[in-house]
C-alpha cells in the first residue's frame, strides 16, 4: 500500500510538472485546473481572516523571522535559512529554528524536558525538541529531513519541531533561551505574527508552473509577493534578472531584493564523511539517486560538474529509503560498472547503511552564495541583531494588504 500511495504521488508531480503524458494526464490536468479555482478562494479567504482580525494572531516577545515562498519545493529554502542562522549565531544571537517536520514520524514515547526550575514540562507543552544547540536529540525520521539537516550542520542553534509553531516558539524562549526565532517555511503560517519575511523566488522558475495548487505548484497568487520584507532571487546563473524584478515590482515595490546562486562545494561520503573537491566528479560514471520535487536540476548539475550519468533512480519527495531501495540500485550500478553513487544532502539523512558498500555514496554539499545585494543581506543581519523600534507585526501584516 505505502508503494501504491508512493507511486501515485510520484505521478500526480510528474502531472503537475508537465513529465507525465497521454489522454489520463491531460484529463487529469483539467480537473486539477478547475480546483485551483477552488483552492485560490480558500487561500484568499484565509488570508482575509488573519487581515480582518476576525482570526487573531500570537505576538511572542522576541524577533520572529519568516523564511519561506509561494510555490512548493525546489526554491533552496534550506541553504538560506542555514546561513541566516549562522550569520546570526555568529553576531551572538540565541537563535531558535522552528519546523513543522514534514513527514516527521511521531514520536514513539514523549521527550521528557526538566524546566528552570527542575519540575518536568507538561507533554501538550512539550514539542520535539531536534536540537538543543549543544546536542542533537532526534535522528532525521522522527525530526524530519531539513530539521534534521539543520540540526546537524549547526552548532549553537536549536531546532524545534511541532505543527504548531506558537507552542514550539514559547518552548525556545521559555526553555532554550532564544532571542530570535527563524520560521522554516513560514510565509503561509499565520497564528503567529512575523516581524520580517524574507521570501525565496526560484529564478529559472519564478512561480512554478504559473497556476495554483494542485494543478500547478503555486501556494499563493504572485500578488502575494506584497507581504515580503526582503525577496531572494535563488538559483541565479550570473545572467541578468532584469525582466523577472521588474515583474516582482508590480507586486512588491518595497522590499529588498538579493540575488544569489546555489552551489556545490564538495562532495561528501554519506558513511564515512571524506570529503572531496568537485573536480574528482569530472569523467566519473555515476549512478544518481534521489527522492526529491525536482530530480532534474540534481541530476542536470552532475552533469555540469563532468560527471556520466549513467543510471537514474528518482522516489517521491520525501521517501524514507530502506535498505532495500539502496542494495538494489547499488547492485544496478555494479552490473554497470558505476564508480560512484551520488546522492542529494537531504536525501542522505534517510539513506540506510547497505550490508556491503561496492559503490562509494556520496551527496553534493550545497551552500548559498550572494552575487547581488551582499549589502542588503549584511543590513538585514544589522537589523536583527540591533532592532530599531519595529512596526507592530499585526500592522505590518495588514498593510500588506492596503489597496
Not at 16 to 45: D, E, N, P, W, Y
Not at 333 to 353: G, H, L, N, S, Y
Request: contains cysteine; hydrophobic residues 40%; aromatic residues 8%.
Amino acid at each position: 500500500m505505502k508503494q501504491q500511495i508512493e507511486e501515485l504521488e510520484r505521478w500526480g508531480a510528474d502531472v503537475i510538472f508537465g513529465r507525465a503524458k497521454g489522454f489520463r494526464a491531460t484529463m487529469m490536468r483539467f480537473l486539477m485546473r478547475a480546483l485551483s479555482g477552488g483552492f485560490r478562494c480558500v487561500v484568499q479567504l484565509r488570508l482575509w481572516r488573519y487581515r480582518s482580525g476576525w482570526r487573531p494572531q500570537h505576538h511572542l516577545c522576541t524577533r520572529v523571522v519568516a523564511i519561506g515562498n509561494i510555490t512548493v519545493g525546489g526554491t533552496g529554502k534550506t541553504p538560506v535559512v542555514e546561513l541566516l542562522a549562522k550569520s546570526l549565531r555568529d553576531r551572538g544571537r540565541k537563535v531558535s529554528i522552528l519546523s513543522r517536520g514534514y513527514k516527521s514520524a511521531r514520536l514513539e514515547r514523549p521527550q521528557r524536558w526538566k524546566d528552570v526550575s527542575g519540575g518536568e514540562v507538561d507533554e501538550e507543552r512539550m514539542p520535539k525538541v531536534v536540537s538543543t544547540g549543544s546536542e542533537l536529540l532526534l535522528g532525521s525520521k522522527y525530526a524530519g529531513d531539513e530539521p534534521f539537516m539543520l540540526a546537524k550542520n549547526l552548532d549553537g542553534v536549536s531546532v524545534v519541531v511541532d505543527k504548531n509553531r506558537v507552542k514550539g516558539g514559547r518552548f525556545a524562549i521559555s526553555q532554550l533561551g532564544a532571542d530570535i526565532l527563524l520560521l522554516d517555511d513560514g510565509m503561509q503560517y499565520l497564528d503567529l505574527a512575523h516581524g520580517i519575511d524574507v521570501v525565496l523566488v526560484d529564478s529559472g522558475a519564478p512561480f512554478g508552473t504559473e497556476a495554483l495548487l494542485p494543478r500547478g505548484t503555486l501556494r499563493e497568487p504572485p500578488k502575494n509577493l506584497r507581504r515580503a520584507s526582503y525577496i531572494l532571487l535563488t538559483k541565479c546563473n550570473g545572467k541578468s534578472n532584469a525582466e523577472l524584478i521588474k515583474r516582482i515590482r508590480k507586486y512588491n515595490q518595497t522590499a529588498d531584493i538579493v540575488e544569489c546562486t546555489h552551489g556545490p562545494i564538495h562532495l561528501e561520503n554519506v558513511f564515512t564523511g571524506e570529503r572531496l573537491p568537485l573536480e574528482e566528479l569530472k569523467g566519473k560514471w555515476v549512478g544518481a539517486i534521489s527522492a526529491i520535487a525536482v530530480p532534474e536540476a540534481f541530476e542536470g548539475s552532475l552533469k555540469k560538474l563532468g560527471a556520466r550519468v549513467e543510471i537514474r533512480r528518482r522516489f517521491a519527495d520525501h521517501h524514507r529509503f530502506d535498505r532495500k531501495d539502496v542494495e538494489k540500485f547499488m547492485q544496478r550500478c555494479v552490473e554497470r560498472d558505476m564508480e560512484w553513487i551520488v546522492t542529494t544532502e537531504k536525501d542522505a539523512v534517510r539513506f540506510p547503511r547497505p550490508r556491503s558498500i561496492d559503490v562509494p555514496v556520496f551527496f553534493l554539499r550545497i551552500e548559498v552564495e550572494i552575487l547581488q545585494g551582499q549589502e542588503i543581506w549584511d543590513d538585514l543581519v544589522d537589523r536583527l541583531c540591533h532592532p530599531e523600534p519595529a512596526l507592530d507585526p499585526e500592522l505590518r501584516f495588514r498593510d500588506a494588504y492596503r489597496v
